[in-house]
């Protein structure tokens, strides 16, 4: 039986009452959690003294904005309140949430003025690390520290000593410690992305963190950076992947020793703390040849919690998500094209064809099936059939990196250049090396618009971005 909301009854007054239902776990699914998040300029400590804070722009004074963390299947109303000078909007990045929820300006809400509040309400189906952004401006508004995790908590989460998260961000700082106010210069646009000078975890930088011998952790790595790509190495330690953006894979050792993750990829570790007490472990960044970096060092106190490492289980349940019939599939091809070294002549842009001088002078650089995103609203590229299994073949013909990304569902990532990979692992975001081809597969079971774009966000504001829709 449903309880109807009798007239007059206020919205405010249901979730009070509901709310003592909370105590009663069946009950879950139907009593959102509430939360607060307010965008606003503020000051935070990025770099250690004696340089001065830095202004930022962050969720509730916080860069990481607060964790949000929940159960998997509880709902969570969420109340943005805008204290920016410019309009925002949320994204919550790999959460499977009704498309009118998705934080899309224009194309799925419209955007939240300064000043002005908006409310998020959704389940919450899948476990895992995903994390939320604004989707308006995201390379200034990212890049000023708009960002936080969003955990959502397995019922029978592996057994750890500590789970651990790492936002991992990349900013461009000048001496005096501030941001360096160059967004959008055509230079990012077109090549890279914006990347920085000064890398943080969790919103400072330090030189060493604390970890016991024989400790577990479960290690959270979410990369918020607006452009750079980390390669992390953990040296003397063995770490095994067990989720990546969110979703379980099959345990494994990263390949080649190092962790892979594009602007917006997470990925889930166990880490042992295998060694003795006083044993320093570097954690070595080297994506970029010849920039090769120390984040930090993890360092063991005296303290030594177990001989040997646990022989608990590290795999974790899968998460509902529709298995897509691969054989049956239908196939399309999503070609990106453009940036500097292209061989892109011209493309679309709002029904136009333009070449590429005249897209350029209007900071433009990028194009999906030839055309140029201007806009979140665009005619999608593919129209696909609700409940329909589909394989996308992503034609990377540039000569740079990009991790490209799809609202509203995870999809399996089954081939690389025609090869299929080994693990088929589920994502929401798939890194993809220049010229690369990489084929992925999902059952296109979530309607609505959803962007389908890179997330190197100078990338997508210089049109590479697009419109996948379910329907
Ligand atoms: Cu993380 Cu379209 O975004
Ligand atoms: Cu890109």
Same mark, same amino acid.
Request: proline residues 9%; contains cysteine; aromatic residues 8%.
């Given at each position: 039986m449903t309880h109807a909301l009798p007239p007059g009854v206020s919205r405010r007054g249901l979730l009070t009452a509901a709310g003592a239902l909370a105590l009663c776990p069946t009950a879950s699914l139907a009593v959102p959690r509430e939360m607060r998040l307010r965008a606003a300029p503020d000051t935070v400590q990025l770099v250690p003294t004696p340089h001065p804070p830095t202004d930022v722009w962050a969720f509730d004074g916080q860069v990481p904005g607060r964790e949000i963390r929940a159960r998997q299947g509880d709902r969570i109303r969420i109340a943005?309140?805008?204290?920016?000078?410019?309009?925002?909007?949320?994204?919550?990045?790999?959460?499977?949430?009704?498309?009118?929820?998705?934080?899309?300006?224009?194309?799925?809400?419209?955007?939240?003025?300064?000043?002005?509040?908006?409310?998020?309400?959704?389940?919450?189906?899948?476990?895992?690390?995903?994390?939320?952004?604004?989707?308006?401006?995201?390379?200034?508004?990212?890049?000023? #520290?708009?960002?936080?995790?969003?955990?959502?908590?397995?019922?029978e989460p592996p057994a750890v000593d500590r789970d651990m998260v790492w936002v991992l961000d990349d900013w461009r700082l000048l001496d005096s410690a501030q941001i360096s106010g160059d967004f959008g210069n055509f230079g990012d646009m077109s090549h890279a992305g914006r990347l920085g000078n000064s890398v943080t975890v969790n919103g400072a930088m330090p030189e060493t963190l604390p970890v016991r011998a024989g400790e577990r952790i479960r290690l959270r790595l979410i990369n918020a950076a607006n452009a750079r790509v980390f390669a992390l190495r953990f040296e003397g330690l063995a770490p095994r992947i067990i989720a990546l953006d969110g979703?379980?894979?099959?345990?494994?050792?990263?390949?080649?020793?190092?962790?892979?993750?594009?602007?917006?990829?997470?990925?889930?570790?166990?880490?042992?703390?295998?060694?003795?007490?006083?044993?320093?472990?570097?954690?070595?960044? #080297?994506?970029?040849?010849?920039?090769?970096?120390?984040?930090?060092?993890?360092?063991?106190?005296?303290?030594?919690?177990?001989?040997?490492?646990?022989?608990?289980?590290?795999?974790?349940? !899968?998460?509902?998500?529709?298995?897509?019939?691969?054989?049956?599939?239908?196939?399309?091809?999503?070609?990106?094209?453009?940036?500097?070294? !292209?061989?892109?002549?011209?493309?679309?842009?709002?029904?136009?064809?333009?070449?590429?001088?005249?897209?350029?002078?209007?900071?433009?650089? $990028?194009?999906?099936?030839?055309?140029?995103?201007?806009?979140?609203?665009?005619?999608?590229?593919?129209?696909?059939?609700?409940? !329909? !299994?589909?394989?996308?073949?992503?034609?990377?013909?540039?000569? $740079?990196?990009?991790?490209?990304?799809?609202h509203?569902?995870?999809?399996?990532?089954?081939?690389?250049?025609?090869?299929?990979?080994?693990?088929?692992? $589920?994502?929401?975001?798939?890194?993809?090396?220049?010229?690369?081809?990489?084929?992925?597969?999902?059952?296109?079971?979530?309607?609505?618009? $959803?962007m389908f774009h890179c997330h190197i966000l100078e990338h997508q504001e210089a049109g590479m971005m697009g419109v996948v829709r379910v329907a």
């Open positions: 943005l309140e805008n204290g920016l000078a410019e309009e925002t909007t949320v994204h919550w990045h790999g959460l499977r949430v009704p498309n009118d929820m998705d934080g899309v300006p224009h194309l799925t809400q419209p955007p939240v003025p300064a000043g002005g509040r908006h409310v998020y309400e959704f389940g919450l189906p899948d476990a895992g690390t995903y994390w939320y952004h604004p989707h308006t401006r995201g390379s200034e508004q990212v890049g000023r #520290g708009l960002y936080g995790a969003f955990i959502v908590e397995e019922t979703q379980p894979v099959e345990p494994h050792a990263p390949p080649g020793g190092r962790i892979v993750l594009g602007p917006a990829m997470r990925a889930d570790l166990i880490l042992d703390i295998t060694g003795k007490p006083g044993d320093r472990h570097a954690v070595i960044d #080297g994506f970029y040849p010849r920039q090769t970096y120390k984040l930090l060092d993890l360092v063991c106190g005296e303290e030594r919690l177990r001989e040997e490492p646990p022989a608990d289980p590290i795999a974790l349940a !899968s998460n509902p998500l529709a298995e897509p019939d691969v054989a049956g599939a239908r196939r399309h091809v999503v070609t990106f094209e453009g940036g500097m070294m !292209s061989r892109l002549g011209g493309a679309k842009l709002r029904g136009e064809y333009r070449d590429i001088r005249a897209l350029m002078r209007q900071g433009l650089a $990028w194009a999906v099936n030839g055309v140029v995103a201007h806009g979140h609203v665009l005619d999608p590229i593919v129209t696909l059939e609700r409940g !329909s !299994s589909y394989v996308l073949e992503l034609r990377n013909d540039t000569s $740079w990196w990009h991790p490209i990304h799809l509203g569902h995870s999809f399996r990532v089954i081939a690389r250049d025609g090869r299929p990979t080994a693990l088929r692992e $589920w994502r929401d975001t798939v890194l993809m090396a220049p010229r690369e081809r990489v084929d992925i597969a999902f059952v296109a079971d979530n309607p609505g618009d $959803w």
